[in-house]
């Protein structure tokens, strides 16, 4: 897919990692440090108090008598999740509007339709229709604003001395420090 070559680094990521030694390795660093049960109770709080405020637009919202789109408040609140628990309080300052709107970005663009997926020799439709290009103008906004997210939350660590962060970055820049995995 080409969504996946472009924005999905070739299947280096979570989602798409081909099944072998690789993906074995991050099944592994999922289920015992990312995923765990007790990851799960500690990130319970931002799930909360998250959807606390997503109960309190929906009565705000019915109380004014106007329409509203449900589905943008549950988009917006799974992404605050998301957000929160990945990067901690660096997503609830300056990266977070940039970093939502380039996924928005990035989600109707992955959600198109490349002709290539379904016939691999006509690549060239995706470069003529754009779609090439579109994907990977929005792959290098994501890696600006993350590489952007990394840089705050190195810096904290090394100003705390931290190890251990609540946030799932935290965890990952832990785990790479500590050379823990064969990646």
């Known amino acids: 897919l080409l969504s996946v070559e472009i924005i999905g680094y070739g299947g280096h990521d979570f989602a798409f990692a081909p099944y ?3 993906w074995r390795v991050l099944r592994k660093l999922c289920t015992m440090e990312l995923l765990s049960t007790r990851k799960v109770k500690q990130l319970a709080p ?3 108090s998250e959807t606390m405020s997503l109960v309190r637009e929906i009565r705000r919202s019915c109380g004014s008598g106007e329409p509203f789109n449900l589905g943008s408040l549950l988009v917006s609140c799974s992404n605050s999740i998301t957000g929160l628990a990945t990067f901690g309080d660096r997503f609830s300052s300056q990266h977070k509007e940039k970093f939502l709107s380039v996924m928005a970005v990035v989600l109707s663009d992955c959600s198109g339709f ?3 997926d379904l016939f691999p020799s006509m690549w060239f439709f995706d470069v003529a229709t754009g779609m090439r290009r579109r994907l990977q103008m929005a792959h290098e906004q994501l890696d600006q604003v993350l590489g952007q997210i990394i840089e705050a939350c190195e810096a904290r660590r090394k100003v705390k001395n931290a190890e251990d962060g609540d946030d799932i970055l935290s965890i990952m820049l832990r785990i790479k ?3 823990e995995f064969e990646f």
């Open 46 to 48: 931002i799930r909360d």
């Open 114 to 116: 490349c002709i290539s």
């Open 177 to 179: 420090d500590e050379e």
């Open 20 to 22: 072998g030694a690789y």
